[in-house]
Nanobody, 127 residues
Framework: QVQLVESGGGLVQAGGSLRLSCAAS????????MGWFRQAPGKEREFVTG????????SYADSVKGRFTISRDNAKNTVYLQMNSLKPEDTAVYYC???WGIGWGSTPEPSYDYRYWGQGTQVTVSS
């Protein structure tokens, strides 16, 4: 089992940047592929980005490609989400999630692949 705690959310103007962090505790961090999801008011939770257990493979939703970057530091048990060129439509609660039992180089996207979830952190982008 793993516990996840997100941080770094806040209010930013359009065009600005934020960096989210997700600290993991519990089972060996490198056992998990990691992902970020988001949920805007009145909308379904959606996949944003994922990173493999090794950190060598990543995937992104089309809406964030070229603007967001996921990375992980297995020594620090932390996954990061660097968000640049933020838009008002990026406003949402962002969730960190961990997927166990995934291949070393795989980056799962469906939310049902992720067993563990953080509590979420609010990101608000003003126009």
């Amino acid at each position: 089992q793993v516990q996840l705690v997100e941080s770094g959310g806040g209010l930013v103007q359009a065009g600005g940047s934020l960096r989210l962090s997700c600290a993991a505790s519990g089972r060996t961090f490198s056992s998990y592929a990691m992902g970020w999801f988001r949920q805007a008011p009145g909308k379904e939770r959606e996949f944003v980005t994922g990173i493999s257990r090794s950190g060598g493979s990543t995937s992104y939703a089309d809406s964030v490609k070229g603007r967001f970057t996921i990375s992980r530091d297995n020594a620090k048990n932390t996954v990061y989400l660097q968000m640049n060129s933020l838009k008002p439509e990026d406003t949402a609660v962002y969730y960190c999630a961990a997927a166990w039992g995934i291949g070393w180089g795989s980056t799962p996207e469906p939310s049902y692949d992720y067993r563990y979830w953080g509590q979420g952190t609010q990101v608000t982008v003003s126009s």
